[in-house]
Structures are given as structure tokens and as C-alpha cells.
């Protein structure tokens, strides 16, 4: 393999590259606006509005009222802050969710388990890996006023929930549900008006915004407690100095992701058609997880591929690196570790072979996905 080849990024589940435009928005805030925005002068009080002017333009977007939504350093405090609240402050006794959560949910979950604070009960999985929804009510009956933390797209198998069904079913029990929306904010609408959900999260780095960036969306009534403490800021529901440029970059990814989703959805759609073909003409035995194969109903951004022969799947990854093929073998979260996916421990503990999950943005091309097949078909025996 040449230097001179082009690095291919097909691991925009993890993180996406910041637009251009997006930093554009935001370089004035790190180089002539640097004021605290709790500060009362006049640099403080630019500062100040620019953020109330961002906080104002998600919410827009979601169509919410701006005192709902709260900036977060991104999904994971967010999720974190929903959890512990409900827990501490909310009278809580018993967490809903699944085994294929994200850890910012799975992890928080279990550790008020270990603590002896709350109870945790997982929803049984269907083969494809979607939520079981009468097991969801079976528990629910059982323990009514619970936390259900479900999320909306999976990040690793791209299998989509019924936000409304869940959301139904949480109205009937007197639940609070709270659903991680990290993997498809900026891919999906969410109106917030419509839809029955208390507690939703955005990250700024999964739509082409900045990194350590986020924000708790909650719907008015739906009380939650701070998770950080200190100053007064975000309306004495999350202590810490602003992160100004962050909110900035924040809403203006996400007000360029709705103006341009449905252009960007049929293209990136178009894109995973065109691999799934790819891999079924090179490799007729290879699988797909979740329902991350069915392109009309799943997370378009996601595609979970299984190929049985491969034995070692981190050679595989190593192999696509050294061909400057970045991909993963689950959430990026766990990298680094040697414990596999927990989502596909969980989905199929049975399975063989190596499981690779490519995802997509808007700046991927067709000859990339070109390159991608000619280099997996050199590594991977046909059969």
C-alpha cells in the first residue's frame, strides 16, 4: 500500500468531523468574545446572550421552549444526571432499561444497583434485537413509577425504538422514560411537542459539532436535580462556567443537520445500499447484526457486519488500519479494552467470526466504499 493513499473514516458512529462551517461559527468566541458569561459587564453579557441565543435555536429545532433544554459537557452527563436524579430525588426504587444500552446508561444503572439504591430490571430482546415490548409492560406492571431508559437508535446494531409505543406504555404505568437520542439527533426530527418522552440528550461531536459539548433536554414539569454543583448556571441546574464557543458550535451543527437531513439521509442511505450489495456479492455468507442491514429501518448512519470466517476480529481491524481504513469493532467507549461488544455479547452470545461496524456521515463517497470492498476482499477469504 502506498503513503499517498487517502485515509477512509468509516467510524462516524464514534465521532464525526467538525464542519467547517461549525468551527467558523465559533472561532470569534475563542479569539475576541472570552468573556464569563455570568459575568455582569458588558464582555460577560455578550457572552451570555450568544449562549441564550444558541439554547434558543436547538430549541426551535425541537420544537421546545428554550427552559427545556440545558447544556451538558454531552450525552453522558446528560444520561448520568436523568438516572441519579430520579434515584436520589425522584423516589425511583426500580430502573428500566436494556442489555444493549450504552454504558452512560448500563453502567449508571448498575452502579445504584451496587450501591443498594434501586433495583434494575432489563427488557427481554427480540431475535433481531429490538426492545420486547410486551416484556417492557410485564415489568412495568410489576414496578409502575420506574425510570425506563431506552435508547432510541442503537449505536452499535442500529436498531431504531418506537419512542411513541415506549413512551404510551410509560403514560399507562406512571414512568418517567428517559431515551438517549445521542445517535440520532441530527439525523432524525424530534418534536418535542409530540413526542411522550420526559428526558432526551443531544452530543454535538455525533452531527459535525465540537466535542465535549451536549445538552439534557427535559420536559417542563419533569424535575430533575443537579448532578454537578457550584455556580448558578444553566438556572441552578448545572454548576460550571459556560461553555460558550461549545453551545455555539452545538447549535449551529444541529440547525445545518436539519436544514440539509433529508439530502443527507437519502445520500448516506444510497451509500450503505451500495456496501451491502458489495459485501452479499463478495461474501455470500456474510450477516449483518441487530437489523443494521435493513436500510429502511434502522439507524442509516450504522451497519454491523458479521463475516463467519474471519476468526480474529481485531486482526481485522488492525489489518483495516494499516490500510488507513478506520471502522470499529463496537462502541469506541470500550476501546482499548479486550472485552468484546457487550450490545453483540448480548444480541447473539453464540456467534462466530469477526463483527466490524462501519458508519457513515455525509462526507463519505461512493469510491471510498469502492476501496473499502477491494481491501476487505484481499484480507477475507470468499468462503
Excluded at 469493532?329 to 472485552?339: F, K, L, N, Q
Aim: glycine share 8%; proline share 4%.
Amino acid at each position: 500500500m502506498s503513503n499517498s493513499v487517502t485515509p477512509i473514516y468509516l467510524d462516524n458512529a464514534a465521532t464525526t468531523p467538525i464542519d467547517p462551517l461549525v468551527w467558523q461559527e465559533m472561532q470569534p468566541y475563542f479569539e475576541n468574545f472570552t468573556a464569563n458569561p455570568s459575568s455582569i459587564h458588558s464582555h460577560g453579557r455578550q457572552a451570555k446572550v450568544a449562549v441564550e441565543r444558541a439554547r434558543k435555536s436547538i430549541a426551535t429545532l425541537l420544537n421546545a421552549s428554550p427552559s427545556e433544554i440545558f447544556f451538558t459537557s454531552g450525552g453522558t452527563e446528560a444520561d448520568n444526571t436523568v438516572i441519579q436524579s430520579a434515584v436520589l430525588y425522584g423516589g425511583v426504587k426500580t430502573i428500566i432499561t436494556s442489555p444493549l444500552e450504552h454504558h452512560a446508561v448500563l453502567h449508571t444503572a448498575e452502579a445504584w444497583l451496587k450501591l443498594g439504591l434501586a433495583d434494575l430490571k432489563l427488557v427481554q430482546l427480540l431475535p433481531d434485537g429490538s426492545i420486547d415490548l410486551a416484556d417492557l409492560e410485564r415489568i412495568l406492571q410489576e414496578n409502575p413509577h420506574a425510570l425506563v431508559s431506552l435508547m432510541h437508535g442503537n449505536n452499535e446494531i442500529g436498531n431504531l425504538l418506537d419512542l411513541n409505543a415506549v413512551g404510551a406504555l410509560c403514560e399507562q404505568y406512571g414512568a418517567v422514560f428517559h431515551s438517549d437520542t445521542v445517535q440520532t439527533m441530527g439525523h432524525y426530527r424530534h418534536d418535542m411537542s409530540q413526542l411522550p418522552v420526559h428526558f432526551i440528550v443531544g452530543a454535538a461531536h455525533k452531527f459535525h459539532g465540537p466535542k465535549g459539548i451536549g445538552f439534557l433536554y427535559a420536559k417542563a414539569g419533569a424535575k430533575f436535580h443537579p448532578l454537578l454543583h457550584g455556580g448558578a448556571q444553566e438556572r441552578n441546574q448545572r454548576g460550571g462556567t459556560e461553555n460558550v464557543y461549545g453551545a455555539i458550535g452545538l447549535a449551529k451543527a444541529l440547525f445545518m443537520a436539519y436544514e440539509e437531513m433529508d439530502a443527507h439521509e437519502a445520500y448516506i442511505k444510497g451509500l450503505k445500499s451500495y456496501f451491502i450489495e458489495g459485501l452479499k456479492n463478495a461474501f455470500p455468507n456474510v450477516e449483518f447484526n441487530g437489523k443494521s442491514g435493513d436500510v429502511e429501518n434502522s439507524l442509516y448512519t450504522v451497519l454491523n457486519v458479521r463475516f463467519p470466517q474471519v476468526v480474529d476480529g481485531d486482526m481485522l481491524l488492525f489489518q483495516l488500519d494499516i490500510e488507513k481504513i478506520s471502522a470499529s469493532g463496537g462502541s469506541a467507549c470500550s476501546s482499548g479494552t479486550s472485552v468484546g461488544s457487550h450490545v453483540l455479547s448480548a444480541l447473539n452470545p453464540n456467534a462466530t467470526g469477526a463483527a466490524v461496524r462501519f458508519s457513515f456521515s455525509k462526507n463519505n463517497t461512493q469510491s471510498e466504499i469502492d476501496r473499502v470492498l477491494e481491501v476487505l476482499k484481499k484480507l477475507i477469504p470468499a468462503s
